[in-house]
């Protein structure tokens, strides 16, 4: 099986990339940074940024036919890890019940300067083919 592109209308893209790509059943997402979809805006508040990064995950997912509960890993990488425990609440609200394997990465940088980027990586379950 071949590489499939998911794409959404919905959130913009920045550069040379795919926001979702899916092979064999895993569908990865590019990196999400917080921008507002509908007014492009940078958000540098951690605990809006969370939520919108979140936010612009869950609409990629939904493109791709899936929902929150198949994300099976996630990767968080944080500007500053003493945001660590604002971003596990917001985190925790979008992952209720058997949350995916989780990596956080203190970086020194961002793109944009934002304080935040989470990637991820879903599985399709044969029964959603």
Request: cysteine-free; proline content about 8%; charged content about 20%.
């Given at each position: 099986?071949?590489?499939?592109?998911?794409?959404?209308?919905?959130?913009?893209?920045?550069?040379?990339?795919?926001?979702?790509?899916?092979?064999?059943?895993?569908?990865?997402?590019?990196?999400?940074?917080?921008?507002?979809?509908?007014?492009?805006?940078?958000?540098?508040?951690?605990?809006?940024?969370?939520?919108?990064?979140?936010?612009?995950?869950?609409?990629?997912?939904?493109?791709?036919?899936?929902?929150?509960?198949?994300?099976?890993?996630?990767?968080?990488?944080?500007?500053?890890?003493?945001?660590?425990?604002?971003?596990?609440?917001?985190?925790?609200?979008?992952?209720p019940e058997e949350p995916p394997a989780r990596s956080t990465i203190a970086v020194s940088n961002l793109p944009k300067?934002v304080p935040i980027e989470i990637e991820a990586i879903a599985v399709r379950n044969?029964?959603?083919?």
């Amino acid at each position: 099986m071949g590489k499939k592109i998911i794409a959404s209308n919905k959130l913009p893209v920045v550069g040379p990339y795919s926001i979702a790509v899916e092979a064999n059943g895993l569908i990865f997402l590019s990196g999400q940074i917080p921008i507002n979809p509908v007014t492009s805006e940078i958000i540098h508040d951690i605990k809006i940024a969370t939520r919108q990064v979140l936010n612009n995950i869950q609409t990629i997912i939904f493109a791709a036919g899936l929902t929150m509960a198949d994300i099976i890993k996630t990767t968080i990488f944080l500007k500053d890890i003493a945001d660590f425990p604002v971003v596990n609440e917001i985190y925790a609200e979008f992952f209720p019940e058997e949350p995916p394997a989780r990596s956080t990465i203190a970086v020194s940088n961002l793109p944009k300067g934002v304080p935040i980027e989470i990637e991820a990586i879903a599985v399709r379950n044969k029964s959603q083919v």
